[in-house]
Each structure stands twice: as C-alpha cells, then as structure tokens.
C-alpha cells in the first residue's frame, strides 16, 4: 500500500467518526483500487476476463471469472488467499496468474478478496468457506460435487468372525443451490459368515438441503435422509436415516462438525438407534498438501435396550483420531486415514480402520492440479 493510499485511510476514519457503514464504504473503494491497479487488466474491469483477449486465447486459459456466482461461492476465500498471495502455480493452476507477495501486504490481500467475493452480486448459494473437512462419521453440511471410496476394516484378534472389510463408493451431486442428492453402493466381505466370499449388500440413495447458514458466524445447518436399501444377499432390514448436521469454524484454523441421525430398520423402528457424532479438525497450515489432523467422538444409543442379561448399554462410545491430507497441489483429490477405537462394550471390536479417497470433481478434473 502506498502512502497515499495509507493517508486516505487515515482521513476516512477520522472524517467518519468511526461510523461504521462509512467505514466499510471506505473500505471497498480501497478494496476497488487495489483489484483495478492489479487484477483488472486480466480478471476483467468488472471481474470477467474478456475471451477475446488475444493473450488469453494464445494461452489457451481463461482468468478466473469472479461474476459467475456458483464458482465464486465454492471458492474458499482462504485457497483464494494463497493463490493471490503465492501464484497459480502454488494450487496447480497457471503461472499467468502471477504471485502478489511482493506487491501487496497479506491485509491488502485479504481486502481485494472480500472485494471479489462481492462482484458475483447477491445469491443463494452457500459459501466454499463452510465446506469443511470430511469427517470418517460425521456427515457434511455443505452441499458437494464428490466422488469418495470410503473402505473400511474391523478387527477382532478374538474372534475372527467379526472380521469385516467394507468398500464404499459414494457419489454426491449439488442440485439447484442449497441441495444435494448422493448415492452409496456398498460391498461387504465378512469374514466368518462367506468365508472371503463378499457381496454387494447395500445401496443408499440420499438427499440433504442447507436450512441454514450464515457466512459471518462461520455456520451452515443440513438435513439430510438415506434409504439404506439391503440386497438379497443380506437378509437385514431396509433402513431409513434421517439426520441433522451443523459445522461451525471457531478460529481461522479450528472447525467443528457434528451430527445427530437415527438409523430406524422399517420391519422394526425400536431396533434402530440415534447416534451423535462430532469431530474437530485443525488445519495449521493454508498449503493443501498439509496435515489436517482431526479428533471424533461417536455416541451411540439404542432406542430400545431390550431386557434381561441380553440388555445393551445405554450407550456406545468410540473415538476416531484421523487425518486428512491432500495428493494434489489443488487440494481436490484428498485422503482422509482415520482408526476408531471403541470405548466401551470393546467385545465389539478391536479397532475399526478407516481409508477414504475423496476427488471435489467441482475443483478439477482426476489429472489436474498435481
Ligand atoms: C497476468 C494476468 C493476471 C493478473 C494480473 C491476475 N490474475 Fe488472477 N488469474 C489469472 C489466470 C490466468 C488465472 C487462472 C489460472 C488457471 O485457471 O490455471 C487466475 C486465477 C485467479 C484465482 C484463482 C481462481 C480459482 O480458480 O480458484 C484468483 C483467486 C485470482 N486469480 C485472483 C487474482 C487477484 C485478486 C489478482 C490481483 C491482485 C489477480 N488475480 C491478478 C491471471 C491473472
């Protein structure tokens, strides 16, 4: 920022009173400023890059358009932060869209940010900034365009027939703009009851819409239902899920997630449960190829406990230490590794193993951004 600029700021508080709406106003034409002396000459006077542009279409890329307003709010101003401040190449995109570190201070930068999130206008759509880390229990509350291998084993040194890998593949489509429709296929190889031999035994279609969310408490709200609907080969109950899930960022580098769903077999309601899962995550550092490491506890409650010696706990309880870490530089093709220990009623299981591969299909394709 250079003096000038410094001075006016100066001049603006002062001149308000500290009128807080004048102040903002002030802001935004500092804000303005800084994109239209650095970014309009390739993002466009108004935020959309003219295609025409001969340097572009030798290039073959496109700037970014900042009024497309569902790219602009999946974009969380914080990747945005460190494309601005470090270069495109530093998330996998073009060395075109150059680095600012020398030229702007991190405040400047984060300013010109709010500045283009506005330029997209007023919409529906939730902001990026609420799409947090994939938790292994607890469900999302933004709405994603995902593809996610979910595979899971459990292991009983006791007991071996209760030995069990599971795959998972899971799609998730945004429809309109605050909806999500997902379909789960499931496959699940038991060791003691096919000996090896799996089967496919479940597919899951679900759908699940944001109630509620405001970006300047850093909230989003979710619900959401599953039909879990079993193959001939399990010869278990249909299953109907519904569920609740909110997410809130407490600090720049804590989120927290979490979740209430009921799972209610339809031949039998009251041999169902509610569970309650809620999960922490800290991301220390901006750069996608980063630890994300993160701390789940899971409540699980029978809705009816049955008598006699047979009776179940009240609860069950188990953690999940996980993390999550990202292959590519875009920070779209994700591993999420988590183990869940039981504490409790631990004739369960010795430990379940969690690996999920998540690819944000909205982000990038399978072969970009590395
Ligand atoms: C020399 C041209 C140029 C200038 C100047 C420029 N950009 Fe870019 N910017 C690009 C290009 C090209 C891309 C897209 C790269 C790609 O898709 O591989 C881009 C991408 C971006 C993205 C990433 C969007 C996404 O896809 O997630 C952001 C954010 C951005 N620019 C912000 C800015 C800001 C803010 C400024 C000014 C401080 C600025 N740019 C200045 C060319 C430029």
């Not at 250079?2 to 807080?20: A, D, E």
């Not at 609420?130 to 979910?150: G, S, Y």
């Not at 459990?154 to 703009?177: P, T």
Request: glycine content about 6%; charged content about 20%.
């Amino acid at each position: 920022m250079n003096i000038s600029v410094k001075v006016i700021h100066i001049i603006f508080y002062l001149m308000m009173g500290f009128n807080i709406s004048a102040v903002q106003a002030a802001e935004k034409v500092l804000a303005k400023q800084i994109y239209q002396n650095n970014c309009a000459s390739c993002h466009g006077a108004a935020g959309k890059p003219d295609p025409e542009n001969p340097m572009f279409k030798q290039l073959g890329i496109l700037p970014a358009n900042f009024t497309d307003s569902l790219f602009s709010s999946r974009e969380p101003a914080k990747d945005w932060f460190l494309v601005v401040k470090e270069g495109g190449a530093a998330k996998g995109f073009s060395n075109m869209m150059p680095a600012f570190k020398e030229v702007l201070s991190d405040i400047q930068i984060k300013k010109v940010i709010s500045y283009i999130k506005t330029l997209a206008g007023k919409h529906e759509y939730p902001s990026g900034d609420m799409n947090f880390i994939l938790p292994i229990r607890t469900k999302k509350a933004f709405p994603e365009d995902e593809v996610v291998w979910k595979l899971r084993f459990q292991d009983d040194a006791n007991n071996s027939n209760r030995d069990q890998i599971r795959n998972v593949i899971e799609i998730e489509k945004r429809i309109f703009k605050r909806t999500q429709l997902s379909l789960e296929l499931s496959h699940k190889i038991d060791d003691g009851v096919d000996n090896g031999h799996g089967n496919f035994d479940q597919i899951e279609p679900g759908i699940k819409h944001v109630i509620y969310e405001n970006p300047s408490q850093q909230v989003i709200t979710s619900v959401g239902a599953l039909l879990a609907i079993k193959t001939e080969e399990s010869n278990s109950s249909n299953e109907f899920i519904p569920y609740i899930a909110a997410a809130k960022r407490l600090t720049d580098t804590l989120t927290v997630q979490g979740t209430a769903r009921s799972t209610l077999p339809l031949e039998k309601f009251s041999d169902g449960n509610v569970e309650l899962s809620s999960v922490i995550h800290w991301s220390p550092s901006p750069w996608p190829r980063s630890l994300h490491p993160g701390m789940e506890v899971v409540a699980s409650f029978p809705i009816d406990r049955g008598t006699g010696i047979t009776r179940k706990s009240f609860s069950q309880l188990s953690l999940i230490p996980q993390a999550q870490i990202s292959l590519n530089k875009r920070g779209n093709i994700l591993l999420n590794f988590g183990t869940e220990i039981p504490l409790n009623d631990t004739n369960r299981y010795d430990y379940r193993g969690y690996v999920y591969l998540v690819w944000d299909f909205a982000d990038g394709g399978l072969l970009d951004g590395w």
